[in-house]
């Protein structure tokens, strides 16, 4: 007899039964090697005797839970609104009240209990669209092509479910880079769609080569029907910013491909190489001109989750959708109907993201002086990051030049890779997972990822604060080297 009294052949979901696209969603950033590190931690506060004494986990961008500190502005605007009584508090200062006057005077009977209209609340949606304008340089932003979303990977999942369609070889296609965020691959595997597969140039800092787009088109022409671009820029796992001639580059693929370009924006203030600079798809698309800026069908995605804020727990973003066809328009609308709305919390977060203090306000300056030291953190501990593993025999890694990861490639003697395939392990999984065990350190293998045959690595955030950062990499530094010496 089964749990609860049911005998396992009457169950009606089984294995068997069950839909066989969520058996081929796999989620690295969330996978075995983080369910053992969460094993290891409850084993450590039963007392069981590790040769470390806490794990430390840097296998995922979540930026408060690495110690990051929240910005003091959004965090006041936030609790007056969950809280109003504390309006009458003279702690407040004036200008976080008035964001949350505003913000409540939007909400339905004044609270950020009640739903808003599945689009977003429309005052917000005007605040990011005024955001996008002044980002941009002026280019127009209408807020009816903003939809607010839970972070930014609701919105990306509703635009690919929008775009998938057809059987065989008409089944809609979506190229995605490799390495990649896993989001896609997910994604992708749970609607039925194909992966298309192009692969970014590490010995050229991880850059976009055209011609490798081209390259997977064409393979991919032959068994789908390719229909959209995915970019993440700056790059999640690999930390590359793309050049504005890159992107012009691929805005004209797209236009003669005519695939739906979908640019994945989130860490746009995550920016740290010296020459690096972030360009919005959207602000390059209207810059080229009518023959494009009327034509390329664009979603474009950000989040509250990432750049100097980091309050992933909120759920806040929003995507901005370009020509799309007002039919089409419909339908999405009425397919994120089906949610109810966003979350309205991340939603007035991302209002005060979007709208942040002003220079005559009283808020403004410890505003600009939390922004600007996070930020600057964050860029000495992605120059330290790089630095110190491209000491390590066997370690190579690229600059990084923006987001909160680095991709290194690391040379695992062959003796190692036997003995992981024997275990039935990528060779970078069986690497991390030892890492884990020995050392109490929490990666990401790059198979989780996607990476050429043959080439092995491990993302890692910059997240944890710099002297637990040093810790982290002083570790990985002693476990590299004693697990050559093991398996040379």
């Not at 040379?411 to 890492?435: N, R, S, T, V, W």
Request: glycine fraction near 8%; charged fraction near 25%; proline fraction near 6%.
């Amino acid at each position: 007899m089964a749990q609860n009294g049911c005998e396992h052949s009457e169950r009606v979901l089984t294995m068997d039964t069950m839909n066989p696209n969520v058996k081929r969603v796999e989620y690295a950033v969330r996978g075995p090697i983080v369910q053992r590190a969460v094993q290891i931690e409850r084993e450590l506060n039963m007392g069981i005797k590790k040769p470390f004494t806490e794990v430390i986990k840097a296998n995922i961008g979540d930026c408060h839970a690495m110690g990051q500190k929240p910005i003091t502005f959004f965090r006041q605007v936030l609790a007056l609104c969950s809280y109003p009584d504390l309006l009458e508090d003279s702690k407040f200062p004036e200008d976080a009240k008035s964001r949350a006057r505003r913000i409540l005077q939007a909400c339905g009977g004044g609270s950020l209990g009640a739903y808003s209209i599945s689009q977003g609340i429309e005052m917000i949606r005007q605040d990011v669209a005024r955001y996008i304008e002044r980002r941009d340089g002026g280019i127009t932003c209408d807020p009816d092509n903003i939809y607010l979303s839970t972070g930014a990977s609701d919105g990306i999942v509703t635009m690919l479910k929008l775009l998938v369609s057809g059987e065989g070889v008409s089944r809609t296609g979506v190229m995605i880079s490799i390495p990649q965020y896993p989001l896609y691959s997910a994604a992708l595997a749970d609607l039925g769609a194909v992966q298309i597969s192009y692969y970014l140039d590490e010995d050229n800092c991880w850059s976009l080569d055209i011609n490798e787009l081209r390259r997977a088109l064409q393979e991919a022409k032959k068994h789908c029907s390719p229909q959209a671009l995915c970019i993440i820029n700056p790059g999640n796992p690999t930390g590359q910013v793309q050049s504005r001639q890159c992107i012009e580059d691929v805005i004209r693929f797209a236009a003669a491909e005519k695939l739906f370009l979908m640019a994945d924006e989130v860490y746009q203030d995550n920016v740290y190489a010296e020459g690096s600079k972030f360009h919005s798809f959207k602000k390059v698309l209207f810059e080229m001109g009518p023959e494009y800026s009327e034509k390329v069908e664009l979603a474009s995605f950000h989040s509250t989750s990432k750049c100097y804020m980091g309050e992933c727990g909120f759920r806040g973003g929003y995507m901005e959708v370009i020509n799309l066809d007002p039919e089409v328009k419909f339908q999405l609308t009425k397919l994120v109907s089906v949610r109810l709305c966003p979350p309205v919390p991340g939603q007035a977060l991302l209002d005060v993201v979007v709208n942040p203090p002003q220079p005559d306000e009283p808020s403004y300056d410890t505003f600009i002086k939390e922004r600007t030291d996070t930020l600057a953190t964050l860029a000495e501990k992605a120059s330290m990051t790089q630095e110190i593993l491209n000491q390590v025999p066997g370690i190579k890694c690229n600059p990084v030049q923006g987001a909160m990861y680095t991709f290194p490639r690391i040379h695992l003697p062959q003796k190692a890779i036997l003995e992981a395939k024997e275990k039935g392990q990528a060779p970078d999984m069986f690497y991390c997972m030892k890492l884990l065990e020995e050392k109490g350190i929490c990666l990401v293998p790059g198979s989780g990822f996607g990476q050429r045959d043959g080439t092995y690595h491990f993302r890692m955030t910059i997240l944890p604060p710099v002297e637990k950062l040093k810790i982290v990499l002083a570790k990985i530094k002693e476990f590299h080297q004693h697990f050559v010496e093991q398996y040379s």
